[in-house]
Structure formats: structure tokens, C-alpha cells
């Protein structure tokens, strides 16, 4: 994604353990693309966002439930 989209992209890491959907996402990042990682109060596993803060990759961190409406804003601001 990060290769064919670069800027015209949004990714988006929720829970999980490891580490390889974070580098994905701080490639599409410095690619330009959008991105939002799942906070930690509505994640059952934090380790991946974490891994992804913690990288840079994140641009914003919003909760489950508002990640969508997130989503929605973001597309509409790349069309």
C-alpha cells in the first residue's frame, strides 16, 4: 500500500500482539498516507498500537467506537 497509494492512502492498526502491522504502517507513513492507531483504553491488546506509537507511525489514536467516523473524515478530506 504504502508503494502503490503513498499519500492517497489512510491505514489504520487496532489490537493485537507483534510488530509487523506497525512497520507496515510507518512505511505507509512516510509514504504520506493518513494514519490512525486503536487507543489503549479500548484495546484488548495494546501491543501492536503501542509498537506502533512508539514507532512514529501513528498520526492520531482514537477509541473502537469513533474509528469509523475517523475514517469517514479522513477519506473525505483525500477526495
Given at each position: 500500500v504504502a508503494q502503490s497509494a503513498g499519500a492517497r492512502a489512510v491505514g489504520i492498526i487496532l489490537t493485537g500482539m507483534g510488530s509487523d502491522g506497525a512497520r507496515g504502517?510507518?512505511?505507509m507513513r512516510k509514504?504520506?498516507?493518513r494514519t490512525i492507531g486503536q487507543d489503549e483504553a479500548s484495546c484488548v491488546v495494546y501491543g501492536m498500537p503501542k509498537v506502533a506509537c512508539e514507532l512514529g507511525a501513528?498520526?492520531?489514536q482514537y477509541p473502537l467506537n469513533?474509528?469509523?467516523q475517523a475514517l469517514y473524515k479522513l477519506i473525505n478530506q483525500l477526495l
Open positions: 504502517l510507518l512505511a509514504a504520506g498516507a501513528v498520526e492520531k469513533y474509528i469509523g
